[in-house]
């Protein structure tokens, strides 16, 4: 599934695509990235871990569970949206996730994301059950607080850590489908 996000006055049009072995390089590069291996779950290394990567998101389409978009912008990859299905006890809310690459950051291509993908998630879509969206990060990434914030997702809680996954603390932001 395609999803296309129309440019603006200010910012270019994005397109949330599947992912494609053609990605494999650029996602390797992404995670070179020094803000990439310090906030993300799981780094890339190299080719191989890509490959696997790309395998996991498809099997999450096929099963249902988890959602996962390459966002493109001029035809190139600037970043990542994934949606995970709710999974009590672990979770009750539908999860939303991303990252941008260096260059793209700054630029609200996250927020822009994050947006459309809560505006179709509480708009009728057939494919993931969502009253309630959750936006976790770990404490001190302010990028991240930034989007949540500026998409309306609220600060409901601050988690504690859960080693080895999650050495850090973390924000818990949580937006209610509108009534």
Known sequence: MTLTLESTPTASALTL????????????????????????MGPIHDEDEARAWIADQDMGWADGTYLS?????????????????????QTFATGVGYWTVAEARGKGIASRCVETITEWLFGGQDFIAADEIELL???????????????????????????????????RHLRRRPA
């Open 137 to 171: 990060h770990t404490v001190g990434n302010e990028g991240s607080c930034r989007v949540a914030q500026k998409c309306g997702y609220v600060l409901e809680s601050v988690l504690p850590p859960l080693l080895p996954t999650f050495p850090d603390e973390g924000h």
């Open 69 to 89: 978009w390459a966002i493109e912008e001029d035809r190139t990859l600037v970043g990542s949206l994934v949606i995970k299905a709710a999974d009590p006890p």
């Open 17 to 40: 695509r599947p992912w494609q072995d053609a990605d494999i390089p650029a996602i390797v590069a992404a995670h070179r990235d020094e803000a990439m291996r310090r906030w993300s």
